[in-house]
C-alpha cells in the first residue's frame, strides 16, 4: 500500500515538473513564431546607425519612417495592393461559385454522368502537365500579360470539389427531395438551401483562396511582364532581390551616404507585404483550423 | 421547372438498365449539366490540355505548327539522352534528392512531435493560444520567407545578432551555399511545424478518453501513456502524411530555391525544377525542358507506388489503395 503511495507521488511531481518544462518550451516556441516579424517591424523603424551597429531587437531604435517614405515614392504600392486585391476577388468568386457548382451536381445521386466526371476530375489531382506545357497554353490562348492568366487556372480545384461534395452528402437528402416536390429547380436548391447550409466551407475555402493569391508570386512570373500589371509580391520581390538594379535613385545615394539602411527599406517593403495577412488573421483564424479539419476527416 | 426534375427523378429510375435512354435522361437532366459545364471546361482546357502538351517532350516542338504538327524527334527519346549526357545532371538530380531528403528529415516528424506534446499542455485556452500562434508563419508567402532570410542573414541581420551574441564572427550567409541547407530546412520546419501538426491534433482529439482513465487508474505515467495511446492513435495519420510526402520528394520548393539562387551560389543549387524553368521558360527550349519535367513525375510516381506497396505489405489497413 505505502509502496503504491509513493508511486503516485513520485508520478504526480514527475507531471509537474514535466508539465513546467513543456509550458517553457512552448513559450520558446511562440517566441520563435513570432520574433522574426518583430525584427523585420522593428528594424524597418529604426535608423541607419542602430541597424549597422545590431542594437535593434525587440523595439525601433531611433524612430523613423524614413524607409517608408523612400519605399513608396520609388514604388506604387498602393497600385499593386489594387491588382492584388483586383486578382484575388475575381478568382475567389470563380472559385467558389464553379467549385460548388460542380460539386453539387456530383453529389445528385440519379445523375448519369456521376461516375465517368468524377474520375475526369480525380484525375487532375494526380497528374500535371508541368510548367512549360502551361506556359505554352497561357501562350496559345493569348492570356500571356493578362490577369486572366493568373485567375482562370486557379479557378476550379478538384480538391476544393471533393471537399465541398463530401460537405454537401452530410445535407439529409429528404430535404433536397422535399424542396423538389415543392417546386423548386435545381439551381435554386443549391443557393437556397445548399449554400446557407454550408457558409463555413465557403468562408473557408473563400479565405484559403484569398491568402492563395496574395501570396502567389510565380505565376505572376511567368505571365506578366507589364511592371503596371505586377501583384505585391513582385514588388517585394524586385526591392529585396534585385535592389541595386532598380531603378531608386535617391534611396540610393541615401543608402551611400549611410543616411538610410538598405535592409531596412526592403523590410519596410516585407511589411507592406504580409500586413494585411496579418491584420485579417486573428479574426479568420477559428474558420482555418476548421476547413483543415474538414479536410483531413473526410479528404 | 418543377415538372421537369420530378420526370427526371422518375425517368432515371426507369432507365436504369436499357442504354438507349441514356441520351434522353440526359437531355433530361440537362440543368444539371448546364451547372457543371463552366467548371469541367476550365478543368479540361487548364488541365488536361497541359498533360496533352507532354507529348512535346517527343517531338521538335515548333510553335507555328503546335503540338501535333510538330515532327516526332528521332531517335524518340533523343531529349532524355541529352539530358542524361549532360555533365551536371548527375549534379542536379543529387541536388534534387539532397534538398528533398533533407526537407522529408526534418518537417515530416516535427508536426507528429509538436502534436504530441502540445496534446500534453493542460489548460484549453493556453493550448489554443499556442496553436494559433503556431499557424502564422504557414499564411507568409514564399517572397517574404525568402525576403527575411535574405535580411537575416546578411551582416547586419538577425542571424548575425544571434552568432554575434554567441561570440562567432558575423558572415555575409547569402553569400555561396554554405548556410543554403539550413536556412532552407530550417524556415521549412518553421513554416509547417504548426500547420502540419493540425491533423495529427484532430487525430488525437479523438481518442476515447476512458482510454486515459483507465491508464491512470493503472498507474501509467505521462511517457506511457504518449507510447501505449496517443501514438497508435495517430498512426494511420502517420503513414497517409508519409506517403503523401515521399510524393514530393524531387518536388522541392523551387520557387523557393528560385529567390534564394544567387550568382555566388546557382551552380551549386540547381534542382530539376529550377533546371526545368531555365532551360524552358527562359531559354525558350520547350521540349527538351518538358522531357526533364516528365522524367522527374515519373520518378516521383514510382516512388509513390513504392512506398504504398511496401506499407501494404507490412500493414495491409494503412496503405492508401
Redesign the interface.
Known amino acids: 500500500m505505502d509502496k503504491?503511495k509513493k508511486?503516485?507521488n513520485k508520478?504526480y511531481i514527475?507531471?509537474k515538473a514535466?508539465?513546467v518544462v513543456?509550458?517553457i518550451?512552448?513559450l520558446l516556441?511562440?517566441v520563435?513564431?513570432?520574433y522574426?516579424?518583430l525584427?523585420?517591424l522593428s528594424?524597418s523603424f529604426s535608423s541607419n546607425s542602430m541597424?549597422?551597429t545590431?542594437q535593434v531587437?525587440f523595439f525601433p531604435r531611433e524612430f523613423n519612417l524614413e524607409s517608408y517614405k523612400v519605399l513608396f515614392d520609388a514604388e506604387n504600392i498602393l497600385r499593386a495592393y489594387g491588382n492584388t486585391i483586383v486578382i484575388a476577388a475575381a478568382t475567389t468568386i470563380l472559385n467558389l461559385v464553379?467549385?460548388s457548382?460542380?460539386a453539387?451536381?456530383?453529389m445528385?445521386p440519379?445523375?448519369?454522368?456521376k461516375k465517368p466526371?468524377s474520375i475526369?476530375?480525380l484525375i487532375?489531382m494526380f497528374?500535371?502537365?508541368?510548367?512549360?506545357?502551361?506556359?505554352?497554353?497561357i501562350?496559345?490562348l493569348g492570356l500571356l500579360n493578362s490577369w486572366w492568366a493568373l485567375i482562370?487556372?486557379n479557378?476550379?480545384s478538384?480538391y476544393n470539389?471533393f471537399l465541398y461534395k463530401a460537405f454537401f452528402k452530410g445535407i439529409s437528402p429528404e430535404i433536397r427531395e422535399a424542396a423538389?416536390?415543392?417546386?423548386?429547380?435545381?439551381?435554386t436548391i443549391?443557393t437556397r438551401i445548399y449554400a446557407p447550409l454550408s457558409k463555413a466551407l465557403y468562408a473557408t475555402f473563400g479565405l484559403f483562396s484569398v491568402?492563395g493569391v496574395?501570396?502567389?508570386?510565380?505565376e505572376a512570373l511567368?505571365y506578366i511582364k507589364d511592371a503596371d500589371k505586377q501583384p505585391i509580391?513582385m514588388i517585394?520581390?524586385k526591392i529585396?532581390?534585385s535592389f541595386t538594379t532598380t531603378s531608386m535613385g535617391d534611396a540610393q545615394a541615401m543608402i551611400g551616404h549611410g543616411k538610410l539602411?538598405q535592409?531596412s527599406v526592403?523590410?519596410a517593403?516585407?511589411i507592406a507585404?504580409?500586413l494585411p495577412?496579418?491584420c485579417i488573421?486573428p479574426f479568420v483564424?477559428k474558420y482555418?483550423?476548421q476547413g483543415?479539419?474538414v479536410g483531413?476527416?473526410k479528404g | 421547372?418543377?415538372k421537369?426534375?420530378?420526370k427526371?427523378?422518375s425517368s432515371?429510375?426507369i432507365?436504369a438498365s436499357p442504354k438507349t435512354s441514356?441520351w434522353k435522361?440526359?437531355c433530361k437532366?440537362r440543368?444539371?449539366?448546364l451547372?457543371?459545364l463552366?467548371?469541367?471546361l476550365?478543368?479540361?482546357?487548364?488541365?488536361?490540355?497541359?498533360?496533352?502538351?507532354?507529348l512535346?517532350s517527343f517531338k521538335n516542338?515548333k510553335?507555328s505548327k503546335g503540338?501535333w504538327g510538330s515532327a516526332w524527334l528521332d531517335p524518340l527519346f533523343k531529349n532524355f539522352i541529352t539530358f542524361f549526357k549532360n555533365v551536371n545532371c548527375w549534379n542536379i538530380i543529387w541536388n534534387t534528392v539532397k534538398v528533398g531528403v533533407m526537407t522529408m528529415l526534418f518537417t515530416f516528424p516535427a508536426p507528429i512531435i509538436?502534436a504530441l506534446?502540445?496534446n500534453?499542455?493542460?489548460g484549453k485556452y493556453?493550448k489554443k493560444s499556442?496553436?494559433?500562434?503556431?499557424?502564422?508563419?504557414h499564411?507568409?508567402?514564399?517572397?517574404?520567407i525568402?525576403?527575411?532570410l535574405?535580411?537575416?542573414g546578411?551582416t547586419?541581420?538577425?542571424f548575425?545578432?544571434i552568432r554575434?551574441f554567441f561570440g562567432m564572427a558575423r558572415v555575409d550567409m547569402n553569400n555561396g551555399s554554405t548556410y543554403f541547407m539550413l536556412e532552407y530546412v530550417g524556415s521549412a520546419v518553421?513554416q509547417t511545424i504548426?500547420?502540419g501538426s493540425?491533423?495529427y491534433l484532430?487525430?488525437l482529439t479523438n481518442i476515447d478518453t476512458s482510454l486515459y482513465d483507465v491508464a491512470n487508474i493503472d498507474?501509467a505515467?505521462?511517457w506511457q501513456k504518449v507510447k501505449n495511446i496517443a501514438w497508435p492513435a495517430i498512426v494511420p495519420?502517420t503513414t497517409v502524411m508519409l506517403i503523401m510526402n515521399v510524393g514530393q520528394i524531387l518536388n522541392a520548393d523551387f520557387?523557393k530555391i528560385?529567390?534564394m539562387q544567387?550568382d555566388t551560389n546557382r551552380s551549386q543549387l540547381d534542382v530539376i525544377?529550377t533546371f526545368?524553368?531555365q532551360k524552358?521558360?527562359v531559354e525558350g527550349k520547350?521540349s527538351y525542358?518538358?522531357a526533364v519535367?516528365?522524367f522527374s513525375?515519373i520518378v516521383c510516381c514510382i516512388l509513390v507506388f513504392g512506398t504504398n506497396m511496401i506499407i501494404r505489405k507490412t500493414n495491409p489497413e494503412n496503405s492508401l489503395w
Do not use: H
Open positions: 503504491t508511486r503516485k508520478i514527475g507531471n514535466f508539465d513543456l509550458i518550451f512552448m516556441m511562440c520563435i513564431f513570432l522574426p516579424f525584427n523585420v528594424v541597424i549597422t545590431g531587437t464553379l467549385n457548382l460542380v453539387y451536381v456530383l445528385v440519379e445523375f448519369c454522368l466526371l475526369i476530375i487532375t497528374f500535371t502537365g508541368g510548367t512549360v506545357p502551361t506556359y505554352l497554353l501562350q496559345n482562370l487556372p479557378a476550379v478538384a470539389i423538389k416536390i415543392d417546386g423548386a429547380g435545381e439551381l443549391l491568402v496574395w501570396n502567389n508570386y510565380y511567368l509580391q517585394l520581390r529585396v532581390f539602411n535592409l526592403q523590410y517593403c516585407i507585404a504580409i495577412i496579418l488573421y483564424q482555418f483550423a483543415m479539419q483531413a476527416v | 421547372m418543377g421537369k426534375s420530378k427526371a427523378a432515371s429510375v432507365a441514356f435522361t440526359l437532366q440543368t444539371l449539366l451547372m457543371l463552366p467548371g469541367l476550365l478543368l479540361i482546357i487548364f488541365k488536361y490540355v497541359p498533360m496533352y502538351g507532354i512535346i516542338y510553335s503540338v509538436f506534446l502540445l500534453e499542455v493542460r493556453m499556442i496553436q494559433t500562434i503556431s499557424y502564422i508563419p499564411f507568409i508567402s514564399i517572397v517574404v525568402c525576403s527575411m535574405n535580411g537575416f546578411s547586419t541581420g538577425l548575425n545578432d554575434e518553421w504548426g500547420w493540425i491533423v484532430s487525430a498507474g505515467n505521462r495519420t520557387t528560385l529567390l544567387n525544377a526545368v524553368y524552358g521558360i520547350f525542358s518538358t519535367n516528365l513525375s
